[in-house]
């Protein structure tokens, strides 16, 4: 099946610093991604969504200079946390949308392996 | 309103036996899925069931099946014959609306732990 790969899985920074996370898919061309956080023992929040070729649609209360997307080729989209600060410490996922998959709504989501960043 | 509800935070069951997680949903929509996702302590979101709205029968999935109550707006998880492998949180979804563009909305999600 298809398969998304995120990286890094884990990422420990200084406060003030900027982080990339990326989103691959490997055998499919996404042309929309979505960006998930999720705090622990907490749901999955939606941040934005990630679209080729234009400009990711955030989602309420998400700030857009400081969570950069970029989603530059069919393949890859990247979350770039910029001036990390120790309440950015989360759990980021990505899911990518397969356009080609047949089996209607079932098979067309699928999930990254999540990053987990830690802000000193 | 919470578009997904799941109010069991935790939840136990004894290895085989079958358990049932609760989910419901609010939405206006006609046409919207509903999803089921198993997160192991790894953080990787495992896709399990779907259930479309417009579908009659309930879904099933090998041990996982879905118990549809569409004028109850609820879409209930059960699992049988437990295994302690089963042991993880596990997240109810909606997509709503046509378009398989839209994104998910998750439930607070449900720990199940497997007793051996």
């Known amino acids: 099946g298809a398969v998304v790969s995120q990286h890094p899985s884990r990422v420990i920074c200084k406060s003030g610093t900027s982080v990339k996370i990326e989103c691959r898919s490997l055998d499919f061309q996404a042309t929309t991604m979505f960006w998930y956080r999720q705090f622990p023992k907490q749901s999955l929040m939606l941040m934005a969504t990630s679209n080729e070729g234009s400009k990711a649609t955030y989602e309420q209360g998400v700030e857009k200079d400081k969570f950069l997307i970029n989603h530059a080729s069919l393949t890859l989209s990247t979350l770039t946390v910029t001036s990390a600060h120790p309440e950015d410490s989360s759990f980021y996922i990505c899911s990518a949308r397969d356009p080609g998959q047949s089996r209607g709504v079932t098979g067309e989501l699928f999930f990254g392996e999540g990053s987990r960043l830690t802000v000193l | 309103a919470q578009k997904i509800t799941q109010t069991q935070p935790g939840m136990f069951v004894q290895e085989k036996e079958a358990v049932t997680l609760d989910c419901t949903y609010d939405t206006s929509d006609q046409s919207y899925g509903l999803f089921w996702y198993k997160q192991p302590s790894s953080g990787e979101m495992i896709f399990l069931i779907y259930?479309?709205?417009?579908?009659?029968q309930n879904a099933t999935e090998g041990r996982y099946s879905l118990n549809f109550q569409k004028a109850r707006k609820s879409a209930n998880l059960v699992i049988s014959a437990s295994q302690l492998g089963d042991s993880a949180m596990y997240f109810c979804a909606m997509r709503e609306g046509r378009g398989s563009a839209r994104q998910l909305t998750f439930g607070s999600g449900t720990q199940l732990t497997v007793l051996p």
């Open positions: 259930q479309g709205s417009y579908d009659e």
